[in-house]
């Protein structure tokens, strides 16, 4: 929008659907997105004015005239539309300056959506008329690489050293379905995956859409930069589940193809929604505690739901899965209106003009893009610990009901004391119950019945100020470390203080059958009814792509994922040992990055409690 119309343009086209509102509120509210962006012009200019200063001290003429160019292109965009590559790319990266600086606060993804497809025209017409060389793209495309990472110089550790230092989630969408659903992979596609192998920063985040559409030879050129960035670099979407899933949540079938990713791993409408990342996150494994303790937290002895009776007296699995759910719809509720409490307060209290003048449906409404003004409205509600939750379930069943092999009592009483003088107990259920994670029907017919059933009754739920509607995903973002002192020890066998699982991965550890069997598993979770997205970091060993032969095999792999049902895929790709060394020459690897969950982060700068997450994740070959 900008690229086309400018800010000018756009600016007159906000004083013309001021003049539609009679309500004194919508109209002040236009005005205020005038305000906002009539401030982009002078913001540009001052630019344009310091380049010019500079070169009038410059000797060297190559540097003189690249000055001069600089401020010629600082004086017209982002105010004016953009009519090459170098102005549109500068246009996009001062928007997006402006954007960063109105929603200053940890973590607001503010993500460029599918870069290639809009910034290609310019390219081609360029490149086509002369004016532009593949390397001289190739340099700006770098220099644009370099200033998504100056933000980190003047942040701080947040929370508990999770490694985004207030991170702004800067992702870049590339590939993918054209809206006519043919391959769109252009030339400008390709020179981004060189630019991303030389320039292995942590922003901008760069996301793959992946489709049926897409070319073997694309895909294996993925593979070459997976291999070559250790994986950290990418987030993988894969078209087919993610369009499905932006269906069936509401999305015309247009702006389903053309979803950008934001933030982590959301899928959202470009230019037409925006959807909050990590806005509300149950912990889905806390109500298998609730159910065995009849509603009160094991560690208060609180009653913080209502009674669902007293487990001991339940006469079939079915009854105690009714009462978890019953246990979870509760823990939904109270979840769902404390989320609903704090979006009132940031629609009354928070507004973002300059945002707003940026996202369809604000100016047409009169409204803030946080309060309901946008085409679609959505609130996001992160699952945390599926696998954690899936594989108590199962253990109950199993050892319960199905074998008695263990008394209702026995198991509550172990849990109670944390499996202390019960270690064999412990065993046996870690050990032998079935595992989400290994293409096993008995458990994952179980995680299924889960996710389907939060993440449907979600979506009957709407924030009553502002409209907007809750949806589901899984972005355990540091929460499956967060709530585990929290969590009493589960039937799984975990103790409490263990993590949870993260994402739909497999508990730690629990996926012995290879990769294959994981994303098995990942794919029966029937994640349409999750469209926010559903993040799973595969880890494998350095020697997994060392070749042509593992290289052919692993884009097999990333097919197989999307066949089977999954949406969004991160890598990692780097050894335990080099990450225990990392730990102890921290100097040594300063540039290390590594994936987390929806986010990647130098690994020296994470907290020791998340590398030590890191390294024990299960390293798989292909």
Not at 6 to 21: L, T, Y
Not at 205 to 229: A, P, Y
Not at 607 to 622: F, L, M, P, T
């Given at each position: 929008?900008?690229l086309?119309k400018?800010?000018?343009?756009?600016?007159?086209?906000?004083?013309?659907?001021?003049?539609?509102?009679d309500?004194?509120?919508?109209?002040?509210?236009?005005?205020?997105?005038?305000?906002?962006?009539?401030?982009?012009?002078?913001?540009?200019?001052?630019?344009?004015?310091?380049?010019?200063?500079i070169?009038?001290?410059?000797?060297?003429?190559?540097?003189?005239?690249?000055?001069?160019?600089?401020?010629?292109?600082?004086?017209?965009?982002?105010?004016?539309?953009?009519?090459?590559?170098?102005?549109?790319?500068?246009?996009?990266?001062?928007?997006h300056?402006?954007?960063?600086?109105?929603?200053?606060?940890?973590?607001?993804?503010?993500?460029?959506?599918?870069?290639?497809?809009?910034m290609y025209?310019?390219?081609?017409?360029?490149?086509?008329?002369?004016?532009?060389?593949?390397?001289?793209?190739?340099?700006?495309?770098?220099?644009?690489?370099?200033?998504?990472?100056?933000?980190?110089?003047?942040?701080?550790?947040?929370?508990?050293?999770?490694?985004?230092?207030?991170?702004?989630?800067?992702?870049?969408?590339?590939?993918?379905?054209?809206?006519?659903?043919?391959?769109?992979?252009?030339?400008?596609?390709?020179?981004?995956l060189?630019?991303?192998?030389?320039?292995?920063?942590?922003?901008?985040?760069?996301?793959?859409?992946?489709?049926?559409?897409?070319?073997?030879?694309?895909?294996?050129?993925?593979?070459?930069?997976?291999?070559?960035?250790?994986?950290?670099?990418?987030?993988?979407?894969?078209?087919?589940?993610?369009?499905?899933?932006?269906?069936?949540?509401?999305?015309?079938?247009?702006?389903?193809?053309?979803?950008?990713?934001?933030?982590?791993?959301?899928?959202?409408?470009?230019?037409?929604?925006?959807?909050?990342?990590?806005?509300?996150?149950?912990?889905?494994?806390?109500?298998?505690?609730?159910?065995?303790?009849?509603?009160?937290?094991?560690?208060?002895?609180?009653?913080?739901?209502?009674?669902?009776?007293?487990?001991?007296?339940?006469?079939?699995?079915?009854?105690?899965?009714?009462?978890?759910?019953?246990?979870?719809?509760?823990?939904?509720?109270?979840?769902?209106?404390?989320?609903?409490?704090a979006?009132?307060?940031?629609?009354?209290?928070?507004?973002?003009?300059?945002?707003?003048?940026?996202?369809?449906?604000?100016?047409?409404?009169?409204?803030?893009?946080?309060?309901?003004?946008?085409?679609?409205?959505?609130?996001?509600?992160?699952?945390?610990?599926?696998?954690?939750?899936?594989?108590?379930?199962?253990?109950?069943?199993k050892?319960?009901?199905?074998?008695?092999?263990?008394?209702?009592?026995?198991?509550?009483?172990?849990?109670?004391?944390?499996?202390?003088?019960?270690?064999?107990?412990?065993?046996?259920?870690?050990?032998?119950?079935?595992?989400?994670?290994?293409?096993?029907?008995?458990?994952?017919?179980?995680?299924?019945?889960i996710?389907?059933?939060?993440?449907?009754?979600?979506?009957?739920?709407?924030?009553?100020?502002?409209?907007?509607?809750?949806?589901?995903?899984?972005?355990?973002?540091?929460?499956?470390?967060?709530?585990?002192?929290?969590?009493?020890?589960t039937?799984?066998?975990?103790?409490?203080?263990?993590?949870?699982?993260?994402?739909?991965?497999p508990?730690?550890?629990k996926?012995?059958?290879?990769?294959?069997?994981v994303?098995?598993?990942?794919?029966?979770l029937?994640?349409?009814?999750?469209?926010?997205?559903?993040?799973?970091?595969?880890?494998?060993?350095?020697?997994?792509?060392?070749?042509?032969?593992?290289?052919?095999?692993?884009?097999?792999?990333l097919?197989?994922?999307?066949?089977?049902?999954?949406?969004?895929?991160?890598i990692?790709?780097?050894?335990?040992?080099?990450?225990?060394?990392?730990?102890?020459?921290?100097?040594?690897?300063?540039?290390?990055?590594?994936?987390?969950?929806g986010?990647?982060?130098?690994?020296?700068?994470l907290?020791?409690?998340?590398?030590?997450?890191?390294?024990?994740?299960?390293?798989?070959?292909?």
């Open positions: 929008k900008v086309e400018g800010f000018k343009g756009i600016k007159e086209e906000i004083e013309q659907q001021m003049e539609r509102h309500e004194k509120g919508e109209k002040d509210y236009c005005k205020s997105m005038i305000i906002a962006i009539e401030g982009t012009k002078r913001f540009a200019e001052r630019y344009a004015e310091e380049a010019e200063k070169a009038k001290g410059e000797k060297n003429e190559q540097r003189k005239k690249e000055l001069l160019e600089i401020a010629r292109i600082c004086k017209k965009v982002p105010w004016e539309p953009a009519e090459t590559f170098h102005e549109a790319l500068q246009s996009v990266w001062f928007t300056m402006l954007d960063m600086a109105a929603e200053s606060y940890p973590g607001p993804g503010l993500s460029h959506g599918r870069f290639d497809q809009y025209p310019y390219y081609k017409k360029d490149i086509d008329e002369g004016r532009l060389t593949k390397e001289f793209a190739k340099e700006l495309l770098e220099c644009f690489w370099i200033k998504h990472n100056y933000a980190y110089d003047f942040m701080g550790f947040v929370g508990v050293k999770q490694g985004i230092t207030s991170g702004f989630g800067q992702l870049m969408t590339l590939g993918g379905i054209t809206k006519g659903g043919e391959d769109a992979v252009n030339e400008l596609t390709w020179l981004l060189d630019v991303i192998d030389d320039m292995n920063m942590l922003e901008p985040k760069r996301n793959i859409r992946i489709s049926k559409k897409t070319s073997d030879k694309f895909l294996m050129r993925v593979c070459e930069s997976i291999r070559k960035t250790q994986g950290s670099a990418f987030l993988l979407n894969f078209d087919e589940n993610a369009i499905k899933g932006l269906l069936w949540e509401g999305l015309s079938e247009e702006d389903a193809i053309d979803y950008g990713v934001v933030g982590c791993l959301e899928n959202t409408a470009q230019g037409k929604d925006r959807s909050g990342t990590v806005d509300v996150n149950p912990n889905l494994a806390k109500p298998v505690e609730l159910v065995l303790n009849n509603g009160r937290d094991m560690l208060t002895g609180k009653l913080v739901t209502s009674k669902t009776g007293r487990p001991e007296e339940f006469l079939s699995y079915e009854e105690f899965e009714e009462a978890y759910f019953e246990q979870l719809d509760q823990c939904l509720e109270k979840a769902l209106e404390n989320a609903s409490k979006d009132e307060i940031r629609a009354k209290y928070e507004p973002t003009p300059y945002l707003s003048s940026l996202i369809e449906g604000c100016a047409e409404k009169g409204k803030d893009v946080r309060n309901g003004g946008p085409v679609y409205n959505f609130i996001t509600v992160e699952g945390v610990g599926i696998a954690t939750a899936a594989d108590s379930l199962a253990a109950v069943k050892f319960v009901y199905d074998d008695k092999q263990i008394s209702m009592e026995e198991l509550i009483e172990a849990i109670k004391n944390n499996f202390e003088g019960k270690e064999n107990l412990r065993r046996m259920l870690s050990t032998k119950a079935p595992k989400y994670g290994n293409d096993d029907d008995y458990v994952d017919s179980i995680a299924r019945n996710s389907r059933h939060w993440t449907e009754e979600v979506f009957t739920r709407t924030s009553p100020y502002t409209g907007r509607r809750f949806r589901g995903g899984y972005l355990s973002w540091n929460y499956f470390i967060d709530f585990a002192p929290l969590t009493a020890a039937p799984d066998g975990r103790l409490r203080g263990t993590y949870l699982s993260n994402g739909i991965q508990v730690q550890g996926d012995k059958k290879g990769p294959t069997a994303i098995r598993s990942a794919g029966k029937g994640l349409e009814t999750a469209p926010n997205g559903a993040s799973q970091v595969i880890a494998f060993s350095s020697a997994s792509l060392k070749d042509e032969e593992h290289l052919e095999k692993f884009a097999s792999l097919r197989a994922y999307g066949e089977v049902g999954g949406t969004a895929l991160q990692n790709m780097i050894d335990p040992g080099t990450l225990k060394d990392a730990q102890k020459k921290p100097e040594e690897y300063e540039n290390l990055l590594v994936r987390v969950t986010y990647n982060a130098y690994f020296t700068v907290g020791k409690e998340i590398q030590d997450e890191i390294i024990a994740r299960e390293s798989h070959a292909v």
